[in-house]
């Protein structure tokens, strides 16, 4: 079983509203329609909405048969190594002619093999392929990720028109009669505080994958944050740079950067749910960063929603990009994120996700 599933196994084991997002009743999920052991089309960007879906299947527990559709990454890889799957060139955020690219190279899966259930928790890639599965006759179910607890994507406010595609969100609090509420995996996640950490520290730095979008900032905030015998590893994606010190990676594969996370004193790590999630499952409290559209450092502001939440409730703390402050960093590298009590403890971790695209 695929360490991604891991740290998401409570994701809609529940149907109580979330504490962290207020109160609201719940219906049954819809995702209970769907029975073990059946087919499923599993559609879905890498990252976190990887991350998220592969705990919908362990919920659900398909058929083998059933068949993954997602973008061939270290992660995707790792994950998707012993289950069917197809691979489709990226589609990044808004790219309409990729998504039609992607959803003519299903289009034959969909005409070769009968499938019981098509599922996506996103991005892009969904916004093609979920309604011509759905237009095919295929039971096909949204559910939007944890990184929108204000409201749904532009591939959500997209899919929750079409026909035939039914939409949920992990967030109680915009839950509505077009948009159930699924449950959440951040419930009753806590944090465990030791004394504040003194000293030279092990820092990753993991900005994501997403191209081709740099982020400069968060780069420059942890510069300016470094002590003369800190030992930093940088995991940047697209922003390529010659001026740091320490480890430099573009991108490093899915096992490697579990060792590196797990050797870290404090992990800063752009806003992500690939990202947050994997540092969650090693108990890593992280920094985020939070990419934001004015600096053209993604597509839209979503990443300050997550941020926030989880600063909220003490999952993480959140970088000010102006002003930063090493206490920062030290405070992290003092917590202990822990699981709720049902927590499935006694798996064993494997090799974890990079971090998300989304």
Same mark, same amino acid.
């Given at each position: 079983?695929?360490?991604?599933?891991?740290?998401?196994?409570?994701?809609?084991?529940?149907?109580?509203?979330?504490?962290?997002?207020?109160?609201?009743s719940s219906p049954a999920s819809m995702l209970? #329609?769907?029975?073990?052991?059946?087919?499923?089309?599993?559609?879905?960007?890498?990252?976190?909405?990887?991350?998220?879906?592969?705990?919908?299947? #362990?919920?659900?527990?398909?058929?083998?048969?059933?068949?993954?559709?997602?973008?061939?990454?270290?992660?995707?890889?790792?994950?998707?190594? /012993?289950?069917? +799957?197809?691979?489709?060139?990226?589609?990044?955020?808004r790219d309409v002619r990729a998504a039609v690219?992607?959803?003519?190279?299903?289009?034959?899966?969909?005409?070769? #093999?009968?499938?019981?259930?098509?599922?996506?928790?996103?991005?892009?890639?969904?916004?093609?392929?979920?309604?011509?599965?759905?237009?095919?006759?295929?039971?096909?179910?949204?559910?939007?990720?944890?990184?929108?607890?204000?409201?749904?994507?532009?591939?959500?406010r997209i899919l929750a028109h079409v026909p035939?595609?039914?939409?949920?969100?992990?967030?109680?609090?915009?839950?509505?009669?077009?948009?159930?509420?699924?449950?959440?995996?951040?419930?009753?996640?806590?944090?465990?505080?030791?004394?504040?950490?003194?000293?030279?520290?092990?820092?990753?730095?993991?900005?994501?994958?997403?191209?081709?979008?740099?982020?400069?900032?968060?780069?420059?905030?942890?510069?300016?944050?470094?002590?003369?015998? /800190?030992?930093?590893?940088?995991?940047?994606?697209?922003?390529?740079?010659?001026?740091?010190?320490?480890?430099? +990676?573009?991108?490093?594969?899915?096992?490697?950067?579990?060792?590196?996370?797990?050797?870290?004193?404090?992990?800063?790590?752009?806003?992500?749910?690939?990202?947050?999630?994997?540092?969650?499952?090693?108990?890593?409290?992280?920094?985020?960063?939070?990419?934001?559209?004015?600096?053209?450092? +993604?597509?839209?502001? +979503?990443?300050?929603?997550?941020?926030?939440?989880?600063?909220?409730?003490?999952?993480?703390?959140?970088?000010?990009?102006?002003?930063?402050?090493?206490?920062?960093?030290? #405070?992290?590298?003092?917590?202990?994120?822990?699981?709720?009590?049902?927590?499935?403890?006694?798996?064993?971790?494997?090799?974890?996700?990079?971090?998300?695209?989304?």
């Amino acid at each position: 079983m695929s360490a991604l599933s891991v740290p998401l196994r409570r994701f809609a084991d529940t149907h109580e509203p979330m504490p962290l997002t207020g109160s609201a009743s719940s219906p049954a999920s819809m995702l209970d #329609e769907i029975p073990r052991g059946a087919k499923v089309l599993w559609v879905t960007s890498t990252g976190g909405h990887l991350a998220e879906l592969n705990l919908i299947a #362990e919920r659900i527990q398909p058929s083998a048969g059933s068949r993954w559709v997602t973008f061939e990454t270290a992660q995707s890889i790792d994950a998707l190594q /012993d289950r069917p +799957h197809l691979f489709v060139d990226y589609v990044s955020p808004r790219d309409v002619r990729a998504a039609v690219r992607a959803a003519r190279k299903v289009l034959p899966l969909l005409r070769r #093999e009968r499938f019981d259930a098509c599922v996506s928790t996103g991005a892009g890639v969904a916004a093609t392929i979920l309604p011509l599965a759905a237009w095919t006759g295929i039971p096909t179910y949204y559910v939007e990720s944890l990184a929108r607890p204000h409201g749904p994507s532009t591939t959500g406010r997209i899919l929750a028109h079409v026909p035939r595609v039914r939409t949920a969100t992990q967030y109680a609090s915009w839950a509505d009669s077009r948009w159930s509420y699924a449950g959440s995996i951040l419930q009753d996640w806590s944090v465990e505080q030791g004394p504040v950490k003194e000293g030279p520290l092990k820092i990753l730095v993991t900005l994501g994958t997403i191209a081709p979008y740099r982020f400069d900032r968060a780069v420059d905030a942890v510069l300016s944050m470094l002590g003369p015998q /800190d030992e930093v590893v940088w995991q940047l994606g697209s922003t390529t740079r010659t001026d740091l010190p320490g480890e430099v +990676h573009d991108q490093v594969s899915v096992e490697r950067l579990t060792a590196l996370s797990s050797a870290a004193d404090v992990v800063v790590a752009h806003s992500g749910v690939g990202s947050v999630l994997q540092q969650f499952s090693l108990g890593k409290s992280p920094v985020l960063a939070v990419r934001r559209s004015a600096h053209q450092e +993604h597509v839209d502001d +979503h990443q300050t929603g997550l941020a926030e939440t989880l600063s909220a409730h003490g999952l993480a703390g959140v970088l000010d990009l102006d002003r930063p402050s090493r206490q920062l960093l030290l #405070e992290a590298a003092s917590r202990t994120v822990v699981p709720p009590p049902s927590f499935c403890s006694d798996l064993e971790l494997e090799p974890g996700a990079t971090a998300d695209r989304s």
